[in-house]
């Protein structure tokens, strides 16, 4: 056992390796990449939630556009208001009776 730990000793990546600064630079480098406050892992995660909130923000921005231009046709004249109002909530006129007619759709 005691020849190992010499013949061990004598080589150079295990000189290299021993040396109490190449020791601390490793402590250290495994410290602010796993245990540290400000550590990679967290990095990594909050770069992640940044990329989604960048992501939503761009949904968001073109969801408004859209409602944006829908509002403009809206406010463009009393027909297409009536015509959104009698499409989408199926509103109607005095003495009109509305028919819904469901397709059934078919099952793969």
Same mark, same amino acid.
């Given at each position: 056992?005691?020849? $190992?730990?010499?013949?061990?000793?004598?080589?150079?990546? $295990? !000189?290299?390796?021993?040396?109490? $600064?190449?020791?601390?630079?490793?402590?250290?480098?495994?410290?602010?990449?796993?245990? =540290?406050?400000?550590?990679?892992?967290?990095?990594?995660?909050?770069? &992640? *939630?940044?990329? =989604?909130? &960048?992501?939503?923000?761009? #949904? #968001?921005?073109?969801?408004?556009? +859209? =409602?944006?231009?829908?509002? !403009? &046709?809206?406010?463009?004249?009393? *027909?297409?208001?009536? +015509?959104?109002?009698?499409? &989408? #909530? @199926?509103?109607?006129?005095?003495?009109? *009776?509305? @028919?819904?007619?469901?397709?059934? +759709? +078919?099952? =793969?």
């Amino acid at each position: 056992m005691r020849e $190992f730990w010499e013949n061990l000793r004598n080589r150079i990546w $295990f !000189k290299i390796l021993s040396n109490r $600064f190449v020791l601390s630079l490793i402590v250290f480098g495994i410290w602010m990449s796993f245990l =540290d406050v400000n550590s990679w892992l967290i990095h990594r995660e909050l770069n &992640q *939630e940044i990329e =989604d909130l &960048q992501t939503s923000i761009r #949904y #968001y921005e073109e969801e408004i556009k +859209k =409602d944006e231009a829908q509002l !403009k &046709q809206l406010n463009s004249g009393p *027909e297409n208001l009536e +015509k959104f109002a009698r499409e &989408q #909530y @199926y509103l109607s006129a005095p003495g009109e *009776e509305i @028919y819904l007619i469901e397709i059934p +759709k +078919k099952e =793969d």
